[in-house]
């Protein structure tokens, strides 16, 4: 017999924490009231019980499987990545503040670990919050439950729902409910105090894997920020004008196309298709979530994003670009290329309109990564004449880093932010804003790259047209060099004194190194003076692209915390609550693991 789904468990033991005084600040363990812990772990009883079933798996069904750990036994939830079945529901008795926590186990790829992630929410919330388990599978192919936060929230008749990531398993064992002292409540609801981090948004991945259709799924990317040290989001349109909302100006990704490279690109397209149908506009949902969280929100473009080459010809595919083929960047050779050139004053005006249209949701600011990417301008005909004007010589004569080409780039790119300056102040003006929009950039690791593509940095700080600087290593067409992270923080230091802008040393969510490393190098970066740290495209669910334990977010969420990062740069930072099991269905864990006889 199973034991009573709802009791009152102790401190879970069996653990790989990496010590009992150090744990991650949403860890069960740090209320003060962990031990009244409620754990509800026979999940049989979630509804609707047509949803649910035992035996064989069925499409669109939930399986309830028995589980056991050391400590306890229950009956667990499985779905497998293609079995889409309907949301559950599990009503919660408790009263007053509580912690929410979900048990989720890792899932088998039969011999090694096979992703997976659900995602969870009370009833009375609008927005899902995604959830995964990114720890390893124990010797002898031994499965863990990771616990996962889900909410601090004051219950009074609410559900957990539990809801499937599309293409994901997962096996759910148990609903954990954690009562709160007042003091821990206005603790867990002020927001984090060292919110000095900028993430960046992609406008592509939000979307493609989860095929969103109302703005509350959209919103699912966002769910989990709250309670990080990031205070500003610069979120991509997608491309230049490649954009993931309904423009009268730019072209959505996709848009026209009947035939995609793979379903994924073709699910991306339709979603927006249908979101755009039922009125909903991405941006402002994207807009929205970051006013409720109280941070900075910047549009950004990719400024080299226009169209792409097989297979994405039709995917990536800026209606501008292929009606202004006269416009392309031209090779010295005149061999024409997939960019469209910033010498040509109708392109850069073609992206103020970009910028103007998205301003109508008043966003903190704008900015270009120009990581993403070089060339802007090469030698085609706008570029000569303008090479010509200035030093009365033939751009095509002189070689490619001859400093007048530098001065010619230069100079271009200086009159294009001066024109989005001038619309930043005359749009803030007819807004009656009183707070003046920003301009954020992503520029390159070295002064030698900035200078080469003509991005002048020190005249633009020097004329207040740069109020951010996110500076990365990771650029094509520069002296890219395969060392992570590897920037010259001096040179943005030097150029920055005395001014307002501030420059940001960034890291890749998808290439952070060992957690210990990352925590050593950004410990290091602030140490050194920078006013924070920039995180290229973090998600919440995503483990370490290395394969450490636990979510990546634990530590990026974390960036802010000088003194955190310090203790964690000596001896890394904790694991999540982990508990191995000793049952799963019919495998009952031991020495001899299983799937040998094939």
Same mark, same amino acid.
């Given at each position: ?59 669109? @069904? ?23 079945? =309907?949301?559950? /529901? ?17 899932? %088998? ?59 994901? =398993? ?22 984090? @105090?060292?919110?000095? %981090? ?60 009947? &035939? ?10 339709? %979603?927006? *298709? ?17 006013? !409720? ?8 473009? /990719? ?114 932010? %001066? ?25 390159? !690791? ?41 920037? &010259? ?26 957690? @210990? ?45 000088? &003194? ?8 890394? =930072? ?11 269905? *019919? ?6 693991? =299983?799937?040998?006889?094939?």
């Amino acid at each position: 017999m199973l034991r009573s789904c709802l009791i009152a468990l102790p401190v879970i033991a069996t653990t790989f924490c990496r010590a009992a005084d150090e744990r991650l600040p949403l860890d069960s363990r740090t209320w003060s009231r962990s031990a009244e812990a409620v754990v509800i772990h026979d999940l049989s009883k979630m509804e609707p019980a047509s949803a649910l079933i035992r035996g064989k798996r069925e499409k669109g @069904k939930w399986k309830l499987i028995p589980f056991s750990t050391a400590e306890f036994q229950g009956t667990a939830l499985s779905i497998y990545s293609a079995t889409n079945p =309907p949301p559950l /529901r599990l009503p919660l008795p408790q009263q007053g503040w509580h912690a929410i926590y979900i048990g989720l186990a890792t899932t %088998s790829g039969g011999f090694n670990i096979g992703g997976n992630g659900l995602k969870a929410k009370l009833s009375d919330e609008a927005v899902y919050r995604r959830l995964a388990n990114n720890l390893a599978l124990l010797p002898n192919r031994r499965a863990v439950i990771q616990e996962c936060f889900v909410t601090v929230a004051n219950l009074a008749g609410q559900s957990v729902d539990i809801a499937p990531l599309p293409g994901q =398993p997962a096996t759910l064992c148990y609903v954990k409910v954690v009562p709160l002292t007042d003091h821990e409540v206005a603790t867990a609801r002020s927001p984090s @105090k060292h919110r000095t %981090s900028i993430a960046t948004f992609d406008g592509h991945s939000w979307i493609w894997p989860f095929k969103p259709s109302t703005a509350e799924e959209l919103a699912e990317e966002f769910r989990g920020f709250e309670e990080t040290d990031i205070g500003k989001w610069w979120f991509q349109v997608t491309g230049a004008d490649l954009v993931c909302y309904p423009s009268k100006v730019g072209t959505y990704a996709g848009e026209g196309t009947t &035939d995609f490279p793979t379903g994924a690109y073709a699910a991306y397209t339709r %979603s927006l *298709e249908t979101l755009f149908k039922k009125g909903v506009n991405p941006l402002k949902v994207a807009r929205d979530a970051a006013k !409720a969280q109280g941070v900075e929100f910047h549009v950004m473009l /990719r400024p080299a994003g226009w169209v792409g080459s097989m297979p994405y010809e039709e995917t990536f595919n800026s209606k501008f670009f292929y009606e202004h083929p006269e416009w392309r960047c031209i090779d010295r050779d005149g061999t024409p290329t997939f960019y469209l050139s910033y010498a040509v004053p109708q392109v850069r005006q073609h992206l103020i309109e970009i910028f103007r249209e998205t301003l109508e949701l008043q966003p903190e600011g704008v900015g270009f990564l120009f990581n993403r990417g070089m060339p802007l301008m090469l030698w085609e005909d706008a570029f000569c004449e303008r090479f010509k004007a200035m030093h009365n010589a033939d751009a095509k004569s002189v070689p490619d880093d001859d400093p007048r080409i530098l001065a010619t780039r230069a100079a271009i790119m200086t009159d294009f932010m %001066s024109e989005v300056r001038t619309l930043l102040d005359t749009t803030a003006a007819k807004q009656g804003r009183t707070e003046r929009y920003k301009i954020s950039l992503g520029t390159f !690791a070295k002064e030698a790259d900035n200078q080469l593509w003509g991005l002048d940095l020190p005249n633009w700080i020097q004329r207040g047209f740069v109020d951010d600087i996110a500076v990365t290593w990771f650029a094509y067409h520069t002296s890219f060099e395969k060392t992570p992270g590897k920037v &010259d923080m001096e040179y943005y230091r030097r150029i920055t004194k005395g001014t307002k802008t501030k420059a940001y040393p960034m890291v890749i969510a998808w290439k952070t190194g060992k957690p @210990k490393e990352l925590c050593q190098k950004a410990a290091t970066y602030l140490a050194e003076g920078a006013p924070g740290i920039a995180i290229w495209d973090p998600q919440v669910h995503k483990g370490w692209p290395e394969g450490s334990a636990g979510n990546v977010i634990d530590v990026l969420g974390r960036l802010g915390d000088r &003194d955190l990062l310090l203790r964690w740069a000596k001896s890394g =930072p904790p694991q999540p609550l982990s508990i191995p099991l000793t049952q799963l269905d *019919e495998n009952y864990f031991s020495r001899w693991f =299983p799937n040998t006889g094939f």
